[in-house]
């Protein structure tokens, strides 16, 4: 007697998981050289004009060779296969339950027999484009804000090492070496270094996001009574980032200025001289010399005695707050000072989240696919 072996499918948690992974790493390999010229002019008060980053990228290639373009990229890809993951994941799983309350709710205002009409529904398209497309705009920008908070907060010191990486020169330090240093220097706090600025702005950033994502979307299959394309999935990726980037640009200035304290308080080991002309510095010189300040007399006294107590005293500074690092940046540059480099988000955004979107809806629909 044959035995029918029943195929367990693959749990839609792991689906969006690793489709949300796999997008995340493509969007963010083909736009890493941008970001990595738009970090090095975000850290220093050096003018930024959109004309000349060609020279930089250039200036690059020809000291460090074209692979440093892709700088911190491995750390990128480390960090962004959990992060985007994570995010997809939890988006998805708090639109499920959206949906299957929105749906359970008409269906008791009905006045019909909940559990008839579910089983006559399950078997038909309409209910599984409902779940598709059902979100409200609210609903949305919840979804959206608790996927960014909760993936940020697990991955944060993966991008701080990445934010380091990207402005040092190749000497030598790696992302292992990079990521142990964060810890050996300030303990689980300096693993979240400039967690503030990066949960304040990923609130509205994520949460906005998703929403346009999702809502245009949504519009797009309410007029046209069908699934959107790849072409229009893409146009609706590419407006999310968009809108959701300029919004939220001066929280990702600020972050990667906490995050890069201590770099560049001096050019010898980093990569902010190919930004040419004479290099300005002294926001972050302004922020080293703030911590200092921080340091505890016991350990300054220690630091006489003993050389090596100098050393570790310097692991025991107090990053300046957020608000502080603020009004250096206001000080240094005005109000254009939170918004230097933007107009390279501008492109750089729109493409990747065009393709991040897009891609986590065509390795999902791959995946679902290859299970049926």
């Given amino acids: 007697m044959v035995q029918s ?5 693959i749990p839609n948690e792991v689906k969006h ?29 050096t003018p930024f004009r959109l004309r000349d980053v060609p020279k930089v990228a250039m200036k690059i290639c020809e000291e460090e060779g074209i692979s440093a373009l892709w700088r911190g990229n491995t750390a990128t890809m480390v960090r962004v296969f959990p992060y985007a993951g994570i995010q997809f994941m939890i988006f998805n ?10 749906e359970n709710e008409a269906l008791k205002r009905s006045n019909a027999n909940v559990n008839d009409v579910i089983l006559k529904r399950i078997a038909t398209k309409q209910r599984l484009d409902d779940k598709k497309w059902g979100m409200k705009p609210l609903e949305s920008l919840f979804a959206g804000s608790m996927a960014g908070a909760t993936s940020v907060l697990m991955t944060y010191p993966l991008d701080l090492t990445r934010a380091q990486l990207a402005v040092s020169k190749g000497n030598g330090s790696g992302f292992v070496k990079v990521l142990c240093s964060n810890y050996s220097n300030g303990g689980v706090t300096g693993l979240f270094q400039g967690i503030t600025p990066t949960l304040l702005g990923m609130l509205p950033y994520a949460g906005v996001a998703f929403t346009i994502n999702e809502q245009s979307k949504r519009q ?5 009574h069908r699934d959107p394309t790849v072409a229009e999935k893409m146009v609706c990726g590419g407006l999310a980032g968009l809108v959701a980037q300029s919004m939220t640009y001066p929280f990702e200035v600020t972050r990667r200025r906490m995050q890069t304290i201590g770099i560049l308080s001096s050019t010898k080991d980093t990569a902010v001289n190919v930004l040419g002309g004479n290099l300005e510095i002294k926001p972050a010189l302004d922020a080293a010399t703030i911590a200092e300040k921080h340091v505890v007399d016991a350990s300054t006294t220690a630091a006489v005695e ?3 107590a100098s050393t570790k005293s310097s692991a025991l500074q107090k990053s300046p707050s957020m608000l502080r690092i603020m009004k250096q940046v206001m000080q240094e540059q005005g109000i254009n000072g939170f918004f230097k480099g933007l107009s390279m988000n501008w492109l750089k955004g729109p493409v990747s989240f065009a393709i991040s979107f897009t891609a986590f809806d065509l390795v999902k629909e791959w995946i679902d696919e290859k299970e049926a």
């Fill in 306 to 308: 003993s050389p090596s």
């Fill in 5 to 9: 072996i029943e195929r367990k499918s």
């Fill in 17 to 45: 998981l690793i489709a949300g992974g796999i997008s995340g790493m493509l969007a963010k390999t083909i736009v890493a050289p941008i970001d990595r010229i738009k970090i090095l002019y975000q850290v220093t008060a």
């Fill in 93 to 102: 799983k708090i639109k499920e339950i959206f949906v299957d309350n929105s």
């Fill in 220 to 224: 797009i299959y309410k007029m046209k």
